[in-house]
């Protein structure tokens, strides 16, 4: 049975970890690409949408009987800007799309304890809300979720992921938004094939334990060892901080010095492993980046920093405003939009990353 918010009630109740194994896959998701090829009529919706993400806007000619609500609760309390982006970009399309709106954002760090986040979210739930943006990453997400999705009057968009999950098959989320893990991976995976010979030794810095480690971490090593061609020497869950990613760094490179490059799945991780390279004088070893926001952009400007695969960030607040406007009109909406990436390097000329900053943050460097 369908429930609604004022009846809806519930309770959810890392140290750095050595990765031997992986702490989640992806085998419960359909991958983007797979999802879109399955399910045909998305691709007229997504293309849709697209569209509209690309081109200037076109105000909302239709009323409301009153502003439309958004609870937002993000992992935002991080280095990376994503987020905070995020909801600038979603914020200055509204207004420009004069959609009358609403918004309540709670941002919280990454690995916090899920007690807390429960405690945001629940207070979202109460509130009402029509549109509710969170995000996906572990287990206790996945179980709030899926009560959320039996609140009939409430939609979900989650933010930062682009593979639905099989299991809810066609009582899928709103919308699925982000950038797909897997494509950005496979980008930077190409890079490092392209700078290294076979045989090469690399570490591996996950994210916390969960989905991003699987999307970011585990595929990467897929990419890079089809056929044992590249080396893991050792590999660290983090709690997605700077602080840890320093801590594991240090670890890793007593214990498998021998390394060329280390993967880092996060803007957090990779600075602290930057930090921990200079503090050792180990700076020959190569760091990546993931995602491309000011922290990385100013480590590459610095020469700290050596690859990222960028995003064009505000495409994705432009595509959550885009789609709510097209709810509105109803439209038909597509389930999962991907925005798009580029390769940056320290090699790259200062004029190249601003054209791209200036693509990428159009509304958010406002």
């Known amino acids: 049975m369908l429930r609604t918010a004022k009846n809806w009630i519930i309770a959810l109740s890392c140290n750095l970890i050595f990765a031997s194994t992986s702490f989640a896959t992806l085998d419960g998701y359909w991958q983007?690409?797979?999802?879109?090829?399955?399910?045909?009529?998305?691709?007229?919706?997504?293309?849709?949408?697209?569209?509209?993400?690309?081109?200037?806007p076109v105000p909302f000619a239709g009323t409301t009987e009153r502003p439309v609500k958004i609870s937002v609760v993000y992992p935002g309390r991080q280095i990376s800007d994503y987020w905070v982006r995020n909801i600038a970009a979603l914020e200055a399309r509204l207004k420009e799309l004069s959609i009358p709106y609403e918004m309540d954002s709670v941002f919280s760090r990454p690995g916090d304890d899920i007690r807390e986040q429960s405690a945001h979210l629940l207070s979202a739930i109460q509130s009402e809300p029509d549109f509710l943006i969170f995000t996906l990453d572990s287990v206790k997400?996945?179980?709030?979720?899926?009560?959320?999705?039996?609140?009939?009057?409430?939609?979900?968009?989650?933010?930062?992921?682009?593979?639905?999950?099989?299991?809810?098959?066609?009582?899928?989320?709103?919308?699925?938004?982000?950038?797909?893990?897997?494509?950005?991976?496979?980008?930077?995976?190409?890079?490092?094939?392209?700078?290294?010979?076979?045989?090469?030794?690399?570490?591996?810095?996950?994210?916390?334990q969960g989905y991003?480690?699987?999307?970011?971490?585990d595929t990467f090593?897929?990419?890079?060892?089809?056929?044992?061609?590249?080396?893991?020497?050792?590999?660290?869950?983090?709690?997605?901080?700077?602080?840890?990613?320093?801590?594991?760094?240090?670890?890793?490179?007593?214990?498998?010095?021998?390394?060329?490059?280390?993967?880092?799945?996060?803007?957090?991780?990779?600075?602290?492993?930057?930090?921990?390279?200079?503090?050792?004088?180990?700076?020959?070893?190569?760091?990546?980046?993931?995602?491309?926001g000011s922290a990385e952009l100013e480590a590459i400007a610095q020469g700290d920093m050596d690859v990222t695969v960028m995003r064009m960030n505000d495409d994705t607040g432009v595509a959550i405003a885009e789609a709510i406007k097209m709810e509105l009109q109803g439209q038909n909406v597509p389930t999962v939009y991907?925005?798009?990436?580029?390769?940056?390097?320290?090699?790259?000329?200062?004029?190249?990353?601003?054209?791209?900053r200036q693509r990428a943050f159009r509304y958010s460097d406002r």
């Open 141 to 208: 997400h996945r179980k709030f979720i899926e009560h959320v999705l039996q609140v009939n009057n409430i939609k979900l968009i989650l933010q930062n992921i682009t593979t639905p999950v099989r299991a809810w098959q066609d009582h899928q989320p709103f919308l699925y938004v982000g950038f797909d893990h897997v494509l950005g991976t496979k980008a930077l995976a190409e890079y490092y094939q392209s700078q290294f010979p076979e045989s090469t030794n690399y570490s591996m810095l996950y994210f916390s």
């Open 32 to 56: 983007y690409d797979e999802y879109l090829e399955e399910h045909p009529e998305q691709q007229t919706y997504l293309s849709t949408l697209s569209a509209l993400v690309s081109e200037d």
């Open 212 to 217: 991003i480690s699987a999307a970011r971490g």
């Open 338 to 356: 991907s925005g798009d990436f580029e390769i940056v390097t320290a090699k790259d000329s200062p004029e190249r990353i601003d054209a791209l």
């Open 221 to 292: 090593i897929d990419f890079m060892q089809p056929n044992d061609t590249y080396h893991l020497q050792s590999s660290y869950y983090t709690r997605a901080n700077r602080e840890t990613g320093y801590t594991a760094t240090l670890a890793m490179l007593q214990e498998a010095p021998d390394v060329s490059f280390i993967y880092a799945c996060s803007t957090d991780i990779a600075l602290g492993a930057i930090d921990a390279l200079k503090e050792i004088d180990r700076e020959e070893i190569m760091v990546n980046g993931w995602g491309g």
